[in-house]
């Protein structure tokens, strides 16, 4: 039998105080995808007003390679798809608030993250290693999710090289481990952070950072009594 039962963790919330430092962050995340957004849209005006060229070039009788057309309709498609995509994302990122505390495959949330911080310029490539076990976790998938984006925008700024790793790891039936890796540099300005630090806490994870070769492992708790104070 567990030690605490989602329905205790979810008595346990304040939700009053997700409001400062998670209206920050949700304003992060949507600002990098409305960016997205706006690119989007000025590819496809430009290839829009670039058909229009041609049609007035069609109506003066000039000849112009059909396949010019075609690729301009491609990319125009191709496009939208990247549009839906990204609101696909959106949607998912603005239904973590749903539940203040719920029962999570953590896998699919850091997926998630990782597609979002992929919007920022100064990104490099994450590389999550293949973990075939679904492992529940109970937590706060809103504070989760922040964890995860400030830890992954701290080792971007750390690193010159092109690629990170994350794994998952589990030792025993109450610890989900999540582990960084790669080419980092000195982390010491970034991790933790206060906002990481104020997170770790509330969430009951405990870290630790290794140098050489570089390591970041949190431990997550498969299961945790949240008592928040404020963030």
Avoid: W
């Amino acid at each position: 039998m567990k030690e605490n039962t989602t329905e205790n963790i979810i008595n346990s919330v304040n939700m009053d105080s997700l409001d400062a430092e998670g209206l920050k962050f949700f304003g992060q995340v949507t600002a990098a995808i409305s960016h997205e957004l706006k690119n989007i849209f000025a590819i496809i005006s430009e290839t829009t007003g670039f058909l229009n060229d041609l049609t007035q070039l069609a109506r003066k009788g000039e000849k112009f390679d059909l396949s010019i057309l075609e690729n301009c309709n491609n990319s125009i498609a191709e496009e939208i798809e990247r549009g839906f995509h990204t609101i696909r994302q959106m949607n998912k990122f603005a239904h973590s608030v749903d539940d203040p505390v719920k029962e999570i495959d953590v896998k699919a949330y850091l997926e998630l993250v990782v597609k979002l911080t992929q919007f920022l310029s100064f990104a490099k490539k994450v590389n999550i290693l293949p973990f075939e076990e679904s492992i529940p976790v109970t937590t706060s998938p809103f504070l989760l999710q922040s964890l995860i984006y400030h830890v992954l925008c701290c080792l971007y700024k750390s690193t010159q090289e092109d690629e990170i790793s994350v794994c998952f790891e589990s030792r025993d039936d109450r610890h989900l481990h999540m582990i960084f890796s790669g080419p980092i540099q000195d982390v010491s300005d970034c991790f933790p952070s206060p906002d990481i630090k104020r997170i770790l806490d509330i969430l009951s994870i405990e870290s630790i950072v290794e140098s050489e070769p570089f390591k970041l492992e949190m431990s997550i708790p498969k299961a945790v009594n949240l008592r928040i104070k404020g963030i």
